[in-house]
Nanobody, 124 residues
Framework: VQLQASGGGLVQAGGSLRLSCADS????????ADWFRQAPGKEREFVAA????????VYADSVKGRFTISRDNAKNTVYLQMNDLKPEDTAIYYC??????????????????WGEGTQVTVSS
């Protein structure tokens, strides 16, 4: 698994961005996929996760109703649609592959593979 995240950028509050995470190793479908984020001076935190099949999704309370995680296993790609963005969503966003769906209560050591981050900045 070799993950590469993209789609970050600068957006005004209330705007939208769509992040993508592609696996050049073409084995992403064998793993659950997760998004985490890390703001300056803060610990990395869970954002969303999706099961291997895409049937199960989990969200952090802070993004529930605004963010949607999805995946296209034929393209070895996972997406994070982010709507109604807020300044507190500003962070580096990381995609990850894990054997099971992660959650806000999961230990980061449960992640098998990390991708490089993509910066999301939301201006007020």
């Amino acid at each position: 698994v070799q993950l590469q995240a993209s789609g970050g950028g600068l957006v005004q509050a209330g705007g939208s961005l769509r992040l993508s995470c592609a696996d050049s190793g073409r084995t992403f479908s064998m793993y659950a996929a997760d998004w985490f984020r890390q703001a300056p001076g803060k610990e990395r935190e869970f954002v969303a996760a999706i099961s291997k099949s895409g049937e199960t999704t989990v969200y952090a309370d802070s993004v529930k109703g605004r963010f949607t995680i999805s995946r296209d296993n034929a393209k070895n790609t996972v997406y994070l649609q982010m709507n109604d963005l807020k300044p507190e969503d500003t962070a580096i966003y990381y995609c990850a592959a894990s054997p099971v769906v992660m959650s806000s209560y999961s230990n980061l050591r449960g992640v098998d593979y990390w991708g490089e981050g993509t910066q999301v900045t939301v201006s007020s």
